[in-house]
């Protein structure tokens, strides 16, 4: 239920519950003053046919009232008496009693000596008739005041949440394009004036984080770049030079170990280079985009993977024509990078299952390895850069950071599900070219 019918609905029970009272309140104080009416006459003919009583032992009829003079048992001495109606006082004399037997009446007993009683009853059924109405007019006022109470209320609670609805509108916006420039503006005073001083105060905030976090991960990924870019060469040289150096001197001497060790360190920097300038290649979105055979790239990423592991081929399951738009060099690294981690963290007799296909305009690719897993603990971080679990070995912890970064800057995602000691999967999903 929405808040406009919530608010409708309480508005709307609230008049009715207060009309209800008020109609109850009206009907049974018209009630009384009616009986207190009919019991005044009754009282006043009472004492009137009883003096005459006594002075001439005549027993007076008034017009519209029966009246009846009763013995201490309820005999009848005198007059008529309806056989509906009691003979003898319920409670005490004087008080106006209302029957219900046959037609309505009032009766009221008054004593008049000798044990003998004054019987009166006088119609009620005109009073009942008037009450009857008010009840139905109060019961078509309840009704009419209970409509218009809904409709007023409706018609208000709209015109009170308009502010509301269009913080709903602007965040909704803001949360499907990702436009946190957008503001509501002034919408009104009050609460909702100062709801939608605050949002845009908070929006402000947020928009201004983001552009500082923007702005720092650009710097970020160009000093990466710059700093990969000027220590490859000079890398490479160191490299070559100690590739000499080490076929030079004899071997088995420790000056050739020494060597040895040198160029295996400085392959393992040369490596953390080129990551480095992968991971900043692959956060920018890639200019001119082409059509990518994804099937193509996850054989060809597969087969070069399991040749550096020595390991047998991995399991393919890949559809025919998963054609994406973006760039193969980075798509290709991205692949390679996911399939290898699959072989290096299961043991030799498993098999890597590599599985592509379409959906919905997806291409779904998913990398799933029987190894040992990943703790629980370390899954929020596996996509942080250079954050490497126990077991990952001589990694760089840069691998799932930048496979992740080429799955955004292409529209996609990546996830990573695991099960200590029994598998972990990697899927990876981009939008398909159409």
Known sequence: MTLRAKLTATATLTVAVAMLIVSLGLYFLVQRAYTRDLQAVLRSESVRIAR???????????????????????????????????????????????????????????????????????????????????????????????VLAAAIAYLITAEVLSPLRRVVRTASGIARSGDVDRRLGRIGSGEMGELARAFDAMLDRLSHALRQQSQTAERERRFAAEAAHVLRNPLSTVLLNLEYLRRSLPEGTEQARAAADAHSEGQRLLHLTESLLRLARGESVPENAQPVDLGAVVREASHIAAQGRGRPPAQLDVAEGATVLGDRAALFGMVESVIDNAFKYSPAE?????????????????????????????????????????????????????????????????????????????????????
């Open 52 to 146: 005459t009583l006594r002075r001439t032992d005549r027993l007076l009829h008034p017009a519209g009232t029966t009246v009846a003079l009763l013995g201490a048992q309820g005999q009848l001495l005198r007059g008529k008496w309806p056989q509906s109606l009691p003979r003898l006082p319920k409670r005490h004399a004087g008080r106006l009693q209302i029957y219900r037997g046959g037609a309505q009446r009032g009766v009221l007993f008054r004593a008049t000596g000798g044990g003998r009683w004054l019987a009166l009853a006088r119609s009620a059924k005109g009073t009942a008739v008037v009450l009857q109405r008010i009840a139905h007019y109060l019961v078509l006022l309840g009704a009419v005041a209970v």
């Open 350 to 434: 498993s098999t890597v299952q590599v599985r592509l296909v379409a959906d919905r305009g997806l291409l779904r690719l998913t990398v799933e390895d029987r190894g040992e897993g990943i703790a629980e603990e370390h899954l929020p971080h596996v996509f942080d850069r250079f954050y490497r679990a126990a077991a990952a070995g001589d990694g760089s912890g840069l691998g799932l950071a930048i496979a992740r970064a080429v799955a955004l800057a292409h529209g996609g995602e990546i996830h990573v599900e695991s099960e200590r000691g029994r598998f972990t999967r990697v899927t990876i999903e981009l939008p398909q070219a159409r």
